[in-house]
């Protein structure tokens, strides 16, 4: 019974952290006017990283606070500033962890270079794989 | 072919099994940390929630403990104690209430305690994401020239006090 009424209070304390109570963001889930500055806001939201649910972008999570960061991106985006200059702010707060187009420096050579490396390597064995049959 | 080759795949296959087994023993730490420590604190103004407490102003205040928190978090709740203590050591602690409510923030306070000189309110976490932070509670430690010094991520625990102590008096 115990076990049962401390489960129930960690699940209830777990429900009761996970929101508050205030309306979503103006423009959480509201499109933009202009569809321009609107297709630059949602490709803009499609690259970054919701920072409580990490594995989805702000636009996909349901989570507040990427709704929080939605309004932000487009307030920002109506306001004329452009995309880049949103990302280049908020990666300067959260570091490049919170932008899905990883930039290129020393750390991410390998990852930029992974698929030339691979289609090398896929050259080289077809290669050998088609001058055996000639 | 060389025999040996026939082994390659095996070997890739334990490779990938032990980085799989690695990531079971020793999880990634995802804890995400502002990149503003060592930087100014970005300039904010925030109005008042409650009478009694005054908005919350970036500038000024001499040194202090930010505190990202807010009524609707339970984590919040239990570190209002230990935010007591810490007010009675001497430190200032200035409140940011997250997506609050007048009501709500008053009914906390008053069952939990408050320890708070100025609490601003953020209703749209806009503050929260200027400062780096990525939820409540967290909680910085500002010098007197504005500059963030420290950075705790979650509830500050008994445990903790120590850490926090030290951290605000080195920024003195």
Request: hydrophobic fraction near 45%; aromatic fraction near 8%; proline fraction near 7%.
């Given at each position: 019974?115990?076990?049962?009424?401390?489960?129930?209070?960690?699940?209830?304390?777990?429900?009761?952290?996970?929101?508050?109570?205030?309306?979503?963001?103006?423009?959480?889930?509201?499109?933009?006017?202009?569809?321009?500055?609107?297709?630059?806001?949602?490709?803009?939201?499609?690259?970054?990283?919701?920072?409580?649910?990490?594995?989805?972008?702000?636009?996909?999570?349901?989570?507040?606070?990427?709704?929080?960061?939605?309004?932000?991106?487009?307030?920002?985006?109506?306001?004329?500033?452009?995309?880049?200059?949103?990302?280049?702010?908020?990666?300067?707060?959260?570091?490049?962890?919170?932008?899905?187009?990883?930039?290129?420096?020393?750390?991410?050579?390998?990852?930029?270079?992974?698929?030339?490396?691979?289609?090398?390597?896929?050259?080289?064995?077809?290669?050998?794989?088609?001058?055996?049959?000639? | 072919?060389?025999?040996?080759?026939?082994?390659?795949?095996?070997?890739?296959?334990?490779?990938?099994?032990?980085?799989?087994?690695?990531?079971?023993?020793?999880?990634?730490?995802?804890?995400?940390?502002?990149?503003?420590?060592?930087?100014?604190?970005?300039?904010?103004?925030?109005?008042?929630?409650?009478?009694?407490?005054?908005?919350?102003?970036?500038?000024?205040?001499?040194?202090?403990?930010?505190?990202?928190?807010?009524?609707?978090?339970?984590?919040?709740?239990?570190?209002?104690?230990?935010l007591a203590e810490l007010r009675k050591k001497?430190i200032?602690i200035?409140?940011?209430?997250?997506?609050?409510?007048?009501?709500?923030?008053?009914?906390?306070?008053?069952?939990?305690?408050?320890p708070?000189?100025?609490?601003?309110?953020?209703?749209?976490?806009?503050?929260?994401?200027?400062?780096?932070?990525?939820?409540?509670?967290?909680?910085?430690?500002?010098?007197?020239?504005?500059?963030?010094?420290?950075?705790?991520?979650?509830?500050?625990?008994?445990?903790?006090?120590?850490?926090?102590?030290?951290?605000?008096?080195?920024?003195?």
């Amino acid at each position: 019974m115990k076990r049962l009424a401390a489960f129930i209070f960690v699940l209830s304390a777990s429900m009761a952290s996970a929101d508050s109570s205030l309306p979503p963001s103006r423009y959480a889930d509201t499109q933009l006017a202009d569809p321009r500055q609107e297709a630059k806001a949602s490709a803009l939201m499609q690259t970054l990283r919701c920072l409580v649910c990490q594995g989805q972008s702000i636009a996909d999570s349901e989570a507040e606070v990427a709704g929080d960061m939605r309004g932000l991106v487009r307030e920002r985006i109506q306001a004329g500033e452009e995309p880049e200059a949103v990302r280049t702010w908020l990666v300067e707060r959260y570091g490049n962890w919170v932008s899905y187009r990883p930039p290129l420096a020393p750390v991410t050579w390998p990852l930029w270079a992974a698929p030339l490396v691979f289609l090398a390597g896929g050259a080289w064995l077809a290669r050998g794989r088609f001058r055996r049959r000639g | 072919m060389k025999r040996w080759l026939l082994w390659l795949p095996l070997i890739l296959f334990l490779l990938v099994l032990g980085l799989v087994a690695l990531g079971l023993v020793k999880p990634a730490n995802r804890t995400v940390r502002s990149q503003l420590l060592g930087k100014a604190m970005p300039a904010m103004t925030l109005p008042a929630i409650l009478l009694g407490h005054p908005g919350f102003h970036s500038s000024g205040g001499g040194p202090r403990l930010v505190n990202v928190f807010a009524s609707w978090c339970v984590p919040c709740a239990v570190e209002v104690g230990q935010l007591a203590e810490l007010r009675k050591k001497g430190i200032a602690i200035d409140g940011i209430a997250v997506r609050d409510r007048p009501d709500d923030l008053a009914r906390f306070l008053s069952r939990y305690g408050d320890p708070y000189r100025a609490i601003g309110s953020d209703s749209e976490s806009r503050s929260m994401i200027a400062l780096g932070s990525s939820g409540v509670p967290e909680s910085f430690i500002v010098d007197a020239r504005g500059i963030i010094r420290y950075q705790h991520v979650g509830a500050i625990g008994p445990q903790d006090l120590g850490d926090v102590l030290r951290a605000y008096e080195a920024a003195q």
